[in-house]
T-cell receptor
């Protein structure tokens, strides 16, 4: 069965600190996609990244970076030099190709960045 | 090209009333997904539809909930005889059609926040 676990419910950091959000997934499929979404206080869902199961290259986009490790079924997200505007709930999600593309979301991690 | 549109953005209903939530997918998108976010929880898949067909409704409650995506017009998520536990944010996402080996990104709407009094 598919499952996404975000063990950290809440994280609080001070501005400029680095922070890593953990994501562990379970799937029996060999072909799947992993995602991160941001949900700011305004409530909309903002797409951050999509990775497929065959591409384990780490990715960096500005202050954001992602570490995908199939060996540990993890897809962790790091924000470098955090800012107050990074305060939001972050969701990790899994989609299996054979399941029609529906997204299985983790419970979310609420990140609070204090000035 | 407008994004996914949902209306209303906020909906208030009294217990026992019906709620109708609308989702207009992006132009060219024929796949629609509905998700529910209960307070303090993550999003949960409800139903996946293509034009005039329900493909996967494994996440839909068995009673009071229904969804449709007609040939013309928006997708509708209908909740009959609402109860307080239905209060949540309902998100819809749309995607292009694709082959079995491809994946097309889902674009999310802004959500409809349903409050049941």
């Amino acid at each position: 069965a598919q499952k996404v676990t975000q063990a950290q419910t809440e994280i609080s950091v001070v501005e400029k600190e680095d922070v890593t959000l953990d994501c562990v997934y379970e799937t029996r499929d060999t072909t799947y996609y992993l995602f991160w979404y941001k949900q700011p206080p305004s409530g909309e869902l903002v797409f951050l990244i999509r990775r497929n199961s065959f591409d384990e290259q780490n990715e960096i986009s500005g202050r954001y970076s992602w570490n995908f490790q199939k060996s540990t079924s993890s897809f962790n997200f790091t924000i470098t030099a955090s800012q107050v505007v990074d305060s939001a709930v972050y969701f990790c999600a899994l989609s299996e190709v054979n399941q029609g593309g529906k997204l299985i979301f983790g419970q979310g991690t609420e990140l609070s960045v204090k000035p | 090209n407008a994004g996914v549109m949902q209306n209303p953005r906020h909906l208030v209903r009294r217990r026992g009333q019906e709620a109708r939530l609308r989702c207009s997918p992006m132009k060219g998108h024929s796949h629609v997904y509905w998700y529910r976010q209960l307070p303090e929880e993550g999003l949960k898949f409800m139903v996946y539809l293509q034009k005039e067909n329900i493909i996967d409704e494994s996440g839909m409650p068995k009673e009071r909930f229904s969804a449709e995506f007609p040939k013309e017009g928006p997708s509708i998520l209908r909740i009959q005889q609402v109860v307080r536990g239905d209060s949540a944010a309902y998100f819809c996402a749309s995607s292009r059609p694709g082959g079995a080996s491809s994946y097309n990104e889902q674009f999310f709407g802004p959500g409809t926040r349903l409050t049941v009094l």
